[in-house]
C-alpha cells in the first residue's frame, strides 16, 4: 500500500468543533456523577469516531452522551441544565456526522475548514433558537410539573435529531 492512500478521517477541525459541545454536555450533567461518566463516554466514542471517519461509533457516542443528559435530567438537573446539554448532545453529534461526511468524499487532508465552521455555525443558531423557544414555553408552563415537561423537551430534541438524520 502506498502513503498516498486516501484517508476517510474528518479534516479539520471536525475533532475539536464534535469535542467543544461534547464537553458542554458532560459539564451540563455533572449534578449526577452516574450521568456525567455516561456523558464522558459518548463524548469519547463520538471524537473517537469523527477522528477514525466511523459513524457506528460516532452514532454510539451521540446516544451515550444524549442519554446522559437524559439520566441528569431524570436525577434532578435543573431544566436550564437539561436543555443546554441536550441542545450540545446532539449538535456534537451533528457536528461530527458531517465532518464524518466530508471525510469521506474529500479526505482528511482536503481543506474543509470553511465547510465544517459554517454547517456547525448554522446548526448552533438553530440549537440556540430551539432552546430560547423551549424556555419561553417552560416559563409559560411553569404552573403545570416543570420537570416532567423539561424531560419531555429533552427528549423531543432527541427525537428531533433522530428525525432529522432520516
Excluded: K
Amino acid at each position: 500500500m502506498s502513503d498516498d492512500a486516501f484517508d476517510v478521517g474528518a479534516p479539520e477541525p471536525g475533532v475539536p468543533i464534535t469535542a467543544i459541545p461534547a464537553t458542554i454536555a458532560i459539564l451540563a450533567t455533572a449534578v449526577a456523577i452516574p450521568a456525567a461518566v455516561l456523558a464522558l463516554l459518548g463524548a469519547g466514542l463520538m471524537i473517537v469516531g469523527v477522528r477514525r471517519g466511523n459513524r457506528r461509533l460516532h452514532t454510539m457516542g451521540a446516544a451515550a452522551s444524549f442519554a446522559g443528559v437524559l439520566f441528569a435530567t431524570a436525577l434532578g438537573a435543573a431544566p436550564a441544565l437539561a436543555l443546554l446539554g441536550g441542545a450540545c448532545a446532539v449538535l456534537a453529534w451533528d457536528a461530527g456526522e458531517h465532518a464524518i461526511g466530508l471525510g469521506q468524499q474529500v479526505g482528511r487532508d482536503a481543506d474543509a475548514r470553511r465547510a465544517v465552521l459554517v454547517h456547525t455555525g448554522a446548526s448552533s443558531l438553530a440549537a440556540i433558537g430551539i432552546v430560547l423557544l423551549t424556555t419561553v414555553v417552560y416559563l409559560l408552563a411553569r404552573t403545570g410539573q416543570p420537570s416532567t415537561a423539561a424531560g419531555v423537551l429533552v427528549a423531543a430534541v432527541g427525537l428531533f435529531a433522530l428525525l432529522l438524520h432520516r
